[in-house]
């Protein structure tokens, strides 16, 4: 595991914590104690009938804390007011991860709204807000997002996003950028060089939860992640990467960068302390209305086409055999065999797949790009035959990456056969949108490209009942403003067992 140690992570998940701290050790806590332990907030995820994940992590008003491992308090209640507390204990919040705290609570009443809070270090974190998945469900509101660069626009969209109540915040990726673009104009600024290390990956995320409209909606909802490519390197692909780096150096990169996002993230502690490294695949759902598969398509994927040996990048391209090869792979063998057991056992009305990259074939003027599903052509054809079991009722594709909204329908077998799944592209939450050269005309190249607009950031909501889901694109006219206003772009309708999105 590397530089995510096993045994911190052990620590964090079983809840062991300096329970007989001596008295002066204590004196000397409370006196270097910071003002603002809680700056970063506080955040739930994957949200089952009897628990969730609970996240927080310490610091020094959002600067690291100087200080051994602190005991955390942590309290969740039915109520606001915490008069009917329901679950309470402690855990370490070690410096081998950062300070941070992860809790995986269980043992409660399922589709129930509950409140949650830390202590430590004399100071009380503010309160989150959570839910239990339900057992049953008639009803649920998923907002998704994708790719926000914190230099290049305001997050704006979470304020839009937390008035609609969602029951689940979905995030794809690109939750944050290691890099900067000089191209581009700024809103405000990184604190530090492109991240290498781990030091580097906690303060790009550390200043990420600087931001007041993305902490309150951690606060208010919880959240399903999973990450793309700039969480550690743009474009990397298992150990292949830009420059080129030996993959020893480029693993010890990965592997800081991987730390950094537990540490920052409601992420379950028990996917993180595995023999054979963190895991980020899973399977959650909402009642018997929702499955949610969490797909991770850059840890195990073979590097893009036709590239140099060793070598990551997103290029377009024609006539490469490589690009049709039956042999790579985008999941890697292990997680296509798990979503396949997933998908052939799926019991519920909607399969809502949750992954990085556009999956729909796309032609750019230049040929297919080889980061998208356009370039493991075999894996995409493997993935649509599980799409199409007859377990499966209702398949609907959720991706971001490209920063522009799509709405596609996906075939299996060529483009003669009828659809079989619909593909909801979100865009960028904040950063430069998909380039004019390469997409403006992708509805004219593409006929399964029902809809696309590559001009603005925003967020997709979706309202999901037993007849249909109902889609709301959901922009923002201005991404350099702090004060912007998301509104409806655009509306479509999926109704059950009929593949391809209607304009609502």
């Given at each position: 595991?590397?530089?995510?140690?096993?045994?911190?992570?052990?620590?964090?998940?079983?809840?062991?914590?300096?329970?007989?701290?001596?008295?002066?050790?204590?004196?000397?806590?409370?006196?270097?104690?910071?003002?603002?332990p809680?700056?970063?907030?506080?955040?739930?995820?994957?949200?089952?009938?009897?628990?969730?994940?609970?996240?927080?992590r310490l610091?020094?008003?959002?600067?690291?804390?100087?200080?051994?491992?602190?005991?955390?308090?942590?309290?969740?209640?039915?109520?606001?007011?915490?008069?009917?507390?329901?679950?309470?204990?402690?855990?370490?919040?070690?410096?081998?991860?950062?300070?941070?705290v992860?809790?995986?609570?269980?043992?409660?009443?399922?589709?129930?709204?509950?409140?949650?809070?830390?202590?430590a270090?004399?100071?009380?974190?503010?309160?989150?807000?959570?839910?239990?998945?339900?057992?049953?469900?008639?009803?649920?509101?998923?907002?998704?997002?994708s790719?926000?660069?914190?230099?290049?626009?305001?997050?704006?969209?979470?304020?839009?996003?937390?008035?609609?109540?969602?029951?689940?915040?979905?995030q794809?990726?690109?939750?944050?950028?290691?890099?900067?673009?000089?191209?581009?104009?700024?809103?405000?600024?990184?604190?530090?060089?492109?991240?290498?290390?781990?030091?580097?990956?906690?303060?790009?995320?550390?200043?990420?939860?600087?931001?007041?409209?993305?902490?309150e909606?951690?606060?208010?909802?919880?959240?399903?992640?999973?990450?793309?490519?700039?969480?550690?390197?743009?474009?990397?692909?298992?150990?292949?990467?830009?420059?080129?780096?030996?993959?020893?150096?480029?693993?010890?990169?990965?592997?800081?960068?991987?730390?950094?996002?537990?540490?920052?993230?409601?992420?379950?502690?028990?996917?993180?302390?595995?023999?054979?490294?963190?895991?980020?695949?899973?399977?959650?759902?909402?009642?018997?209305?929702?499955?949610?598969?969490?797909?991770?398509?850059?840890?195990?994927?073979?590097?893009?086409?036709?590239?140099?040996?060793?070598?990551?990048?997103?290029?377009?391209?024609?006539?490469?055999?490589?690009?049709?090869?039956?042999?790579?792979?985008?999941?890697?063998?292990?997680?296509?065999?798990?979503?396949?057991?997933?998908?052939?056992?799926?019991?519920?009305?909607?399969?809502?797949?949750?992954?990085?990259?556009?999956?729909?074939?796309?032609?750019?003027?230049?040929?297919?790009?080889?980061?998208?599903?356009?370039?493991?052509a075999?894996?995409?054809?493997?993935?649509?035959?599980?799409?199409?079991?007859?377990?499966?009722?209702?398949?609907?594709?959720?991706?971001?990456?490209?920063?522009?909204?799509?709405?596609?329908?996906?075939?299996?077998?060529?483009?003669?056969?009828?659809?079989?799944?619909?593909?909801?592209?979100?865009?960028?939450?904040?950063?430069?949108?998909?380039?004019?050269?390469?997409?403006?005309?992708?509805?004219?190249?593409?006929?399964?490209?029902?809809?696309?607009?590559?001009?603005?950031?925003?967020?997709?909501?979706?309202?999901?009942?037993?007849?249909?889901?109902?889609?709301d694109?959901?922009?923002v006219?201005?991404?350099?403003?702090?004060?912007?206003?998301?509104?409806?772009?655009?509306?479509?309708?999926?109704?059950?067992?009929?593949?391809?999105?209607?304009?609502?």
């Amino acid at each position: 595991m590397s530089l995510l140690s096993r045994r911190a992570v052990m620590v964090a998940s079983t809840g062991l914590f300096l329970a007989r701290a001596t008295a002066t050790q204590g004196l000397e806590i409370r006196r270097a104690a910071p003002a603002q332990p809680f700056a970063l907030g506080v955040a739930s995820g994957d949200p089952w009938t009897d628990g969730f994940v609970l996240w927080t992590r310490l610091s020094a008003g959002g600067a690291p804390l100087d200080a051994p491992a602190v005991p955390v308090a942590y309290e969740v209640a039915e109520d606001e007011a915490f008069r009917r507390i329901v679950r309470r204990g402690r855990r370490a919040a070690s410096p081998a991860l950062g300070h941070a705290v992860h809790v995986e609570v269980r043992g409660l009443r399922p589709g129930r709204t509950y409140w949650y809070r830390f202590h430590a270090l004399g100071a009380v974190s503010p309160v989150g807000r959570t839910a239990t998945a339900p057992e049953r469900a008639a009803r649920a509101k998923i907002a998704v997002s994708s790719c926000q660069h914190f230099e290049l626009g305001w997050f704006a969209a979470y304020r839009d996003m937390v008035a609609a109540q969602p029951d689940l915040i979905v995030q794809l990726g690109d939750y944050i950028y290691e890099n900067s673009y000089a191209q581009f104009p700024k809103v405000r600024r990184f604190d530090g060089p492109e991240p290498v290390d781990l030091e580097g990956y906690r303060r790009r995320h550390a200043i990420y939860k600087s931001d007041a409209d993305l902490r309150e909606a951690h606060r208010l909802a919880p959240w399903i992640v999973t990450w793309d490519d700039h969480e550690v390197e743009n474009d990397y692909a298992d150990l292949a990467n830009l420059k080129g780096q030996d993959p020893t150096v480029f693993a010890r990169r990965r592997a800081a960068a991987y730390q950094a996002y537990f540490e920052h993230l409601p992420v379950r502690p028990s996917l993180w302390a595995r023999p054979d490294g963190p895991r980020l695949y899973r399977h959650l759902a909402w009642g018997d209305l929702v499955s949610l598969p969490v797909l991770d398509g850059r840890q195990y994927r073979s590097a893009q086409a036709c590239n140099p040996p060793g070598q990551s990048g997103n290029r377009p391209r024609r006539d490469c055999p490589a690009l049709t090869a039956p042999d790579r792979t985008m999941l890697g063998a292990a997680q296509e065999a798990w979503l396949d057991g997933t998908l052939a056992s799926e019991r519920r009305l909607w399969t809502l797949l949750a992954q990085q990259t556009v999956v729909a074939p796309i032609e750019t003027p230049q040929g297919v790009m080889s980061d998208q599903w356009d370039g493991y052509a075999a894996a995409r054809e493997r993935l649509m035959r599980g799409l199409t079991r007859p377990s499966v009722r209702n398949a609907v594709v959720l991706s971001g990456d490209i920063h522009a909204f799509m709405v596609n329908d996906l075939r299996s077998g060529g483009p003669s056969t009828s659809p079989v799944a619909t593909e909801l592209v979100t865009t960028c939450l904040a950063a430069s949108h998909a380039p004019e050269a390469r997409y403006g005309g992708v509805r004219e190249r593409n006929a399964d490209v029902r809809f696309a607009d590559i001009r603005r950031s925003g967020y997709t909501l979706i309202e999901a009942t037993a007849a249909r889901l109902d889609v709301d694109l959901r922009a923002v006219a201005d991404q350099s403003d702090p004060g912007g206003v998301a509104q409806g772009l655009a509306r479509f309708v999926i109704e059950d067992q009929r593949p391809g999105a209607q304009a609502g």
